[in-house]
């Protein structure tokens, strides 16, 4: 579900499809009458209640799981700002050295959330360890309520980057768009049978409805192949106030 366009021509495709298919059933059946077309009425109004209601709650869910990717990065831009700021407690050649590896792990996440491919998870731990190694011999030069202080911030940068890398593995089941699929095809089969005549503006209704939700929920669900993508904006406002500080 990473690509949201595709998915989009896809469903649009399957669905149309799937009301040919039952408008060619119902110029096949030879037992189809106006009893049965009021028989299925009810089953395909049901249908596509069901529909988008879970539609609406498989939306609901991409919005929540956007605004927590949201939340991550503002984190991240919050713990690395704040042990930045807690640098100057080192002596002035730790807290260069601390800074200047701040700086291009804060150089590292913003290429991450533009172009995750070129940022693995190894790379992101080297960085973290080359911050703790850096770190931990400077520690012995402060008092030791000023080491806590530094440790802390340190832990707060690692969890907010685990915490973002959780946030962007968390994704809707594919269960729940099986479910979503699976439903959708059957109304549109029973669209395409309980119809007196081929109508393309009522064909085209629901397949169309359907596929722009399963965009829209695709997009908001995906962190990093849609329109609707978490914008670093806090980590860039911190990067430009830190070129600013030089």
Known sequence: ????????ATSLLVLNLAVLAGDWLRLKSRHQNEESRTETGPLLSATLTLLYLIIGFSFVMAVTRYDVRKNSET??????GTEYSRADL?????????KALLKKYLDQRLQF???????????????QTEL???L????????????GV???GMNDLVNAQRSTQAAWLN??????????????????????YRSRRRDWVAFLIVPLSASLCFFLIADLDSPQGGVIRVVPQNLIVLAQSLSDSK
């Open 1 to 8: 579900m990473n690509f949201p366009l595709l998915l989009f």
């Open 75 to 80: 984190a991240e831009a919050v713990a690395i």
């Open 90 to 98: 080192l002596t002035p050649a730790d807290a260069a050295k601390v």
């Open 113 to 127: 959330y533009r172009e995750r491919a070129s940022v693995t998870m190894e790379d992101t731990v080297r960085l």
């Open 132 to 134: 703790w190694s850096a």
């Open 136 to 147: 931990r011999p400077a520690l012995a030069e402060v008092p030791p309520p000023l080491m």
């Open 150 to 152: 530094l440790v802390t």
């Open 171 to 192: 994704r809707i089941p594919i269960a729940a768009w099986a479910l979503m699929a699976a439903i959708a095809i059957g109304c549109c089969l029973l669209i395409g």
